[in-house]
């Protein structure tokens, strides 16, 4: 993962300071147009110059590919990274309803979405439910406008592989106003290349990945971006029976905000080590095959890693 320390080094010494993106948010050093490109046959690249909590990286992109917006599933599995978003969806709604919001902390809201709403109050009408975020990235994934675009990805990579429309795409403007937050990580088109060499395998392809980022934390959220494009690669790859080849990561406004500069620091003091491997221990031909896919279904093997170092989440609450 040098990339991705080059990466961190680059934003440093090139970034220039940039105001807060939205209200209540540290300013940023900032670098627009970056780029990291990491290839499966190296290892799955998930990040060793500090421990990363990968059944989040697991959770979220299985919520994802289900079309789920109501962050119960991700609680309910040990993963909070939507947590602040989906309060501050919470008392947007509240306040565009005319309600008073019962539920005073993050940590109220969080304890009734796993147990239950404390009364019928906190689910006001059909187009609110309490967790909900709007229409963000699973919605736009699996009902774009009516569009299945994850089905429709699969059935091009099946039926014309050397094509150039396999693309999933969250940028929908029409729906802005339904997102609790618009698509940070927005365009992900697969690129299939013929195997030239008998010996790989029954495949006859490789498949490769580029994500564009329109905007990324890059201490917090970077590391989680990567290892979840590359997972779901991994995926893809199953279901359509090629082999996971490169991941290439494109960044627009790829940031450090200014209360992570000591951990990004103390971070670059620090050796990558060798990478993990991914085994997906599930037969996947077909979406269904991918829907009905599990946490257990994924394992982590041999992941080695420095200390874990804590920094401050930040959404604007």
């Not at 900032?30 to 998930?46: I, Q």
């Not at 299945?148 to 014309?160: A, E, G, P």
């Not at 365009?187 to 060499?197: A, H, T, V």
């Amino acid at each position: 993962m040098k990339q991705y320390q080059d990466l961190l080094k680059d934003i440093l010494t090139k970034g220039t300071w940039k105001n807060a993106a939205r209200e209540n948010l540290p300013r940023t050093k900032s670098l627009f147009g970056t780029r990291m490109e990491f290839d499966m046959a190296d290892g799955f690249p998930l990040l060793t110059t500090k421990k990363i909590y990968y059944k989040a990286i697991i959770v979220e992109l299985l919520w994802f590919l289900k079309g789920d917006t109501n962050i119960k599933y991700l609680v309910d599995n040990g993963c909070n990274i939507w947590n602040q978003d989906a309060y501050r969806w919470y008392l947007k709604n509240a306040e565009e309803r005319g309600f008073y919001p019962q539920l005073k902390t993050i940590e109220e809201f969080v304890d009734n979405i796993k147990n239950g709403p404390i009364n019928s109050i906190e689910v006001w009408d059909s187009q609110y439910k309490l967790g909900d975020l709007g229409k963000v990235y699973g919605d736009q994934w699996r009902n774009q406008n009516g569009v299945d675009q994850l089905k429709t990805v699969i059935d091009r990579l099946n039926s014309n592989p050397m094509g150039r429309y396999a693309i999933l795409d969250a940028w929908n403007p029409s729906d802005f106003s339904k997102m609790a937050l618009p698509p940070c990580h927005l365009l992900y088109q697969f690129n299939c290349r013929k195997i030239e060499d008998s010996k790989i395998g029954e495949s006859m392809y490789y498949l490769d990945l580029q994500m564009y980022q329109r905007s990324v934390d890059q201490f917090l959220g970077c590391p989680f971006n990567i290892a979840s494009a590359s997972l779901l690669l991994h995926i893809i790859s199953k279901a359509v029976n090629m082999i996971p080849s490169n991941f290439v990561w494109v960044g627009g406004d790829t940031h450090i905000y200014e209360n992570h500069l000591d951990q990004v620091n103390e971070q670059l003091l620090r050796n990558p080590l060798e990478l993990c491997k991914l085994e997906i221990n599930k037969d996947i031909k077909s979406l269904d095959d991918i829907l009905s896919l599990e946490i257990g279904d994924i394992s982590i093997i041999d992941y080695k890693y420095h200390a874990a170092i804590k920094a401050e989440l930040k959404t604007g609450l």
